[in-house]
C-alpha cells in the first residue's frame, strides 16, 4: 500500500476522530454541539424543500411540454452553422435549471457518441464551464427569504452564456 492510498483510505476516519476530540479538549460539549447543529440542518432543510420542489416542478413542464424541443429545433439553424452540434443544445437550456439532468444529457451523449467524440468532449466541457443558475438562486436565495435577485440572475445567466461560447470556441480550437 502506497503512502497516497494510506493517506485516502484513513483521511475521513481520522477526521471523524481528530475534530470531536479536539473540540471535547478545548471545552466544547461535542455531543450537544452535534444535536444543535443537525436540528438547525434540519430547519434549513425545511425552508429550502418547497424551493427545490419549485424549480423539479418547472423543470419537468418545460421539459414534458415540449417546450425544450421546440427550443432546440428553433436554435439548431442558428447555432448549427457557428459550430454547435445540435445534440449539444438542450444543455444551453437545461444546465442552468438542474444539474442532474443536464449530467443525465450528458452521460446520454456520452453513451451515444463516445468520450473522445466532439460531441461527447463539448457536451462535458459545457457541464463542467457552466452553473445551475436557476437552481442555486431558487435554492439559495430562496432559503434565507431573500425575494429581490437585482442582478444576480443577469449576471448568472450571462456567465452561462460565456461558459457555453466559450466551450464551443475552446473545443473548436483544441478538438476540432
Known sequence: ??????????????????????????????YEAFIEGASEGLLVVARIVPYLVAILVVLGIFRDSGALGWLV?????????????????????????????????????????????FIGRLASTIQGSTDTTLYVLTLYFGSVGIKK???????GLLADLAGFIASVVICHLVFG
Open 1 to 30: 500500500m502506497s503512502a497516497l492510498d494510506a493517506i485516502s483510505r484513513w483521511a475521513i476516519p481520522l477526521m471523524v476522530l481528530v475534530i470531536p476530540v479536539y473540540g471535547y479538549l478545548k471545552g466544547v460539549p461535542v
Open 73 to 117: 429545433g428553433f436554435m439548431q439553424p442558428v447555432l448549427g452553422p457557428l459550430g454547435v452540434p445540435g445534440e449539444t443544445i438542450p444543455l444551453l437550456f437545461i444546465r442552468p435549471m438542474s444539474g442532474g439532468a443536464a449530467l443525465g444529457i450528458v452521460a446520454n451523449l456520452i453513451n451515444t457518441y463516445g468520450p473522445d467524440s
Open 149 to 155: 435577485y437585482r442582478y444576480a440572475l443577469k449576471v
